[in-house]
């Protein structure tokens, strides 16, 4: 492989693959270890890529794989927290309106109570920007399901936001800041 296409790839896809690595763990070391060898994994197998639309999902899988690996090795069990990104994530969305730390931190508290697959999805499509043909492929899921799951992930998160008293509910099903 050239050494200038090898820096492309480095380029293009380490930090979307470290951004899901410490996305799932929660540590900045172990994130940087699994996206290395992810690219480097990557790079040595690009020819086992079927199809070259979808090289940032495989390396995010790669990616993925490599933290769990990692995990596995130290029997270590890391959290998952979702911080920073979501101001962006959310301000992105229709169906957010953001306009204080507290609201952000109340959105943070709400998508920590969803299960972890429902946490993955928001966590790609929201913060990885991804599309959803591609969240199935790499979590391996239809992607009606994965429409679903995101539906009632959004649910939830309102839920909670209302329940907490951070937004009212509303007949068109969107978020209002009180």
């Not at 993955?120 to 599309?131: D, F």
Request: net charge neutral; hydrophobic share 40%.
């Amino acid at each position: 492989m050239n050494k200038e296409f090898s820096k492309l790839i480095f380029e293009l896809y380490y930090e979307p693959a470290f951004q899901a690595a410490y996305f799932y763990c929660g540590d900045a070391a172990i994130s940087e270890e699994a996206a290395q060898e992810a690219i480097y994994k990557a790079i040595q197998n690009i020819d086992q890529l079927r199809d070259p639309e979808k090289i940032e999902a495989w390396i995010k899988k790669i990616t993925i794989n490599n933290v769990n690996s990692i995990l596995n090795k130290y029997k270590k069990v890391v959290s998952i927290e979702l911080i920073g990104p979501i101001v962006d994530s959310i301000e992105k969305s229709p169906e957010y309106v953001v306009s204080s730390k507290d609201t952000i931190s109340a959105v943070n508290k709400a998508i920590d109570t969803l299960d972890p697959v429902m946490k993955q999805i928001i966590h790609l499509y929201y913060y990885q920007e991804m599309k959803v043909k591609d969240i199935s492929i790499l979590i391996q899921k239809p992607e009606g399901t994965v429409k679903t799951l995101l539906y009632r992930a959004r649910i939830l998160i309102k839920n909670h936001l209302v329940k907490e008293g951070y937004v009212i509910g509303t007949s068109e099903g969107g978020l209002k800041v009180e």
